[in-house]
T-cell receptor
Framework: QQKVQQSPESLSVPEGGMASLNCTSSDRNFQYFWWYRQHSGEGPKALMSIFSDGDKKEGRFTAHLNKASLHVSLHIRDSQPSDSALYFC??????????????FGIGTLLSVKP | GALVYQYPRRTICKSGTSMRMECQAVGFQATSVAWYRQSPQKTFELIALSTVNSAIKYEQNFTQEKFPISHPNLSFSSMTVLNAYLEDRGLYLCGARGGAFSDYTFGSGTRLLVI
């Protein structure tokens, strides 16, 4: 079973709109989260990480984590066509341990229409 | 900044042959290197994680005999796909990080096509 579940699989929003992506870890051992973005033809790039309950804001991007439910979301306000990409949620078991692995969800394909 | 380069970007190999891909970390010391395969459906599979001073750990369904990995220093890693078949096709991604509290930086991948 996939340890990290994402929804929706695809999402289309108008330019200037709000995009909301969801992610849940089914394994309580994996509770440190990252959001990665992958444009076509490139590798994934880390957008932001979140480890504590509540919101974390970086520019137009806001991540929210609920540790009790192991649910994390990513909200993109004022979406731009350049935000169109695959977005992956990734989770790790520990933050500081050198040997632990990063597990990815299946991704959400975001399309921002001009 | 931290950059990871992978080469070749794209390669085609005949079924049953082998193919080696390389990963170079620039601007930081890659104490951990993770190799992933991204399927045509875009899902990520972790192949193995290599950390300095530790044995390389392979995930279930991946073996050293099929995907031997070398991590000889803090800036370079390579992986070979031995005896490649159709099910091995995909985008092979190298992610590296410079310490236990660093984020992984990924290269652009090596796309493997098997004919």
């Amino acid at each position: 079973q996939q340890k990290v579940q994402q929804s929706p699989e695809s999402l289309s929003v108008p330019e200037g709109g709000m995009a909301s992506l969801n992610c849940t870890s089914s394994d309580r051992n994996f509770q440190y989260f990252w959001w990665y973005r992958q444009h076509s033809g490139e590798g994934p790039k880390a957008l932001m990480s979140i480890f504590s309950d509540g919101d974390k804001k970086e520019g137009r991007f806001t991540a929210h984590l609920n540790k009790a439910s192991l649910h994390v979301s990513l909200h993109i306000r004022d979406s731009q066509p350049s935000d169109s990409a695959l977005y992956f949620c990734a989770a790790r078991r520990h933050y500081g341990s050198s040997g632990n692995k990063l597990i990815f969800g299946i991704g959400t394909l975001l399309s921002v229409k001009p | 900044g931290a950059l990871v380069y992978q080469y070749p970007r794209r390669t085609i190999c005949k079924s049953g042959t082998s193919m080696r891909m390389e990963c170079q970390a620039v601007g930081f010391q890659a104490t951990s290197v993770a190799w992933y395969r991204q399927s045509p459906q875009k899902t990520f599979e972790l192949i193995a994680l290599s950390t300095v001073n530790s044995a390389i750990k392979y995930e279930q369904n991946f073996t050293q005999e099929k995907f031997p990995i070398s991590h000889p220093n803090l800036s370079f890693s390579s992986m070979t796909v031995l005896n490649a078949y159709l099910e091995d096709r995909g985008l092979y991604l190298c992610g590296a990080r410079g310490g236990a509290f660093s984020d992984y930086t990924f290269g652009s991948g090596t796309r493997l096509l098997v004919i």
